[in-house]
């Protein structure tokens, strides 16, 4: 019998749980191991925890961005505690560079559930762990770059995350609305995502699109809806209506459940049936990607192969079928004029969105837009230049008219709802305001969360400020 370890995970409070992270930790202790999670942002005492729970391995699931964030964490703890430390999560997975880190143990590329697994069993056994595959290991030697596993086939095997690891956190515990995923993978080859590169990566190793049972999904969320107060549930998966027929029968099970949801569907794999499905069961919102209001940088630039056409009837769509649209934007791309940032707006509001999420690209490593961005010259390839957010974190990007898009995503939403607005703010982004900005956008956000989208209570909102800011600490932000 293999000897349990203790495994600690470190994250931070970002609205949402981080389901990867919490059914890590699920399939690690469902083979015998001790898992804990510690949040950053919420945690009291995080040197105490540590120190109570005496952890052998602490593993961290890492975007490109927040990257330096937890390897400065990790450096602290390291002077502090002795343990294995583990890297995974995209950026980990598209820039393994990051072992050459001070404090960085190992990295895990791809999917870690069978490579943490693996590693917390040979450290159980106290044996060597340099040749696990998706493991990029650091030894006295140099590095040791194992080859990628195949992917995971039956996602079924695998139990569900463990929500309860959150429980310690009212931040978490008490929210109304809950996140499930149901699949693994996405087809499309958008030059702005990792998946098309993701994809490369796999080929030869397993169908990229793998779907959980319906049995599956259904039963999580009940069991999920049965010990916490949900008043809504979102779906993270990249495509929720791959499958037509998994769909129907989804639908029609999940009308039991009774609880409204939301999911991100794309413009050109969506039909009437779909639509109808999705309300049938309770659908209340679907989020979509315009990304780009020029039809030329959307299927040109991004290759998204989408046209305005298709934007405009898929909305109407939703709109028959009382289904709320609100849409993903981007802004800062390469090659992007203000002028073109003005017709995503006035593409939003021909579509008749009146809520839209706008980030500002980021350009993450080796996507092929990032290539693109070097071999122009807009960027310099360096992955530590990237801010640690998309959302108000401003672009590493040098294009010309850069400073004005930056400021235009704090008035890009209000611009779609309020378009009267838009003379004014043309003016407006010409000053150098940027903290106001990004102030007149909090609130903005706030009320059209509140009294307009109705995703969050005012009391939700408070408690979630409170939760969040009530034990800050610097160094970890």
Not at 153 to 163: A, E, F, G, V, Y
Not at 401 to 429: A, G, H, N, Y
Not at 444 to 466: H, P
Request: charged content about 25%.
């Amino acid at each position: 019998m293999i000897m349990s370890v203790r495994v600690l995970f470190i994250g931070e409070y970002r609205y949402f749980e981080s389901l990867s992270v919490l059914s890590l930790a699920s399939f690690i202790e469902s083979n015998g191991h001790e898992c804990l999670y510690l949040d950053m942002k919420l945690e009291r005492n995080m040197n105490r925890e540590i120190a109570r729970f005496k952890p052998d391995i602490i593993a961290y699931s890492v975007t490109t961005g927040r990257h330096k964030m937890y390897r400065d964490l990790n450096s602290l703890l390291k002077m502090e505690f002795n343990f294995i430390s583990v890297f995974g999560g995209p950026h980990c997975t598209f820039y393994p560079d990051f072992i050459n880190e001070n404090g960085v143990d190992v990295i895990c590329v791809g999917e870690g559930e069978y490579a943490l697994l693996e590693l917390a069993d040979c450290v159980a056994k106290n044996k060597s762990f340099s040749d696990i595959s998706n493991l990029w290991v650091k030894t006295d030697e140099g590095i040791i770059k194992n080859e990628l596993r195949p992917l995971i086939d039956d996602i079924n095997s695998l139990p569900p995350p463990n929500r309860s690891l959150l429980d310690k956190y009212p931040a978490y515990k008490n929210k109304k609305q809950k996140s499930f995923m149901t699949g693994r993978g996405c087809p499309y080859k958008c030059t702005y995502c990792f998946n098309h590169v993701y994809n490369k990566m796999y080929e030869g190793k397993g169908s990229i699109i793998r779907k959980r049972s319906v049995s599956s999904i259904i039963d999580e969320i009940s069991k999920v809806k049965a010990k916490y107060k949900i008043e809504r549930i979102f779906f993270y998966d990249d495509i929720f209506t791959f499958d037509k027929e998994w769909l129907k029968e989804f639908c029609e099970r999940y009308k039991n459940i009774n609880i409204s949801f939301t999911v991100g569907l794309r413009v050109n794999n969506t039909d009437e049936e779909i639509v109808s499905n999705l309300k049938s069961a309770g659908c209340k919102r679907v989020l979509f990607g315009i990304e780009c209001g020029n039809e030329k940088l959307r299927n040109n630039i991004l290759k998204r192969h989408i046209t305005d056409e298709q934007i405009i009837v898929f909305t109407q769509l939703l709109r028959k079928y009382k289904i709320f649209p609100a849409s993903f934007n981007m802004i800062g791309l390469p090659d992007e004029t203000i002028e073109n940032v003005f017709e995503t707006i006035q593409l939003n509001i021909k579509a008749g969105v009146k809520f839209s999420y706008c980030t500002v690209y980021q350009p993450y490593p080796k996507t092929e837009l990032a290539e693109y961005c070097v071999l122009k010259g807009y960027y310099n390839g360096s992955v530590e230049d990237i801010p640690s957010s998309y959302n108000m974190g401003g672009s590493p990007l040098k294009t010309p008219d850069i400073e004005q898009i930056i400021r235009l995503q704090s008035f890009f939403s209000m611009c779609i709802t309020f378009p009267f607005l838009i003379p004014l703010v043309k003016k407006l982004i010409k000053l150098k305001l940027n903290k106001f900005y990004i102030f007149l956008f909090m609130i903005y956000r706030g009320f059209m969360n509140v009294f307009f989208m109705k995703d969050l209570s005012l009391g939700e909102v408070i408690k979630d400020i409170i939760a969040t800011k009530k034990h800050p600490r610097k160094i970890y932000y």
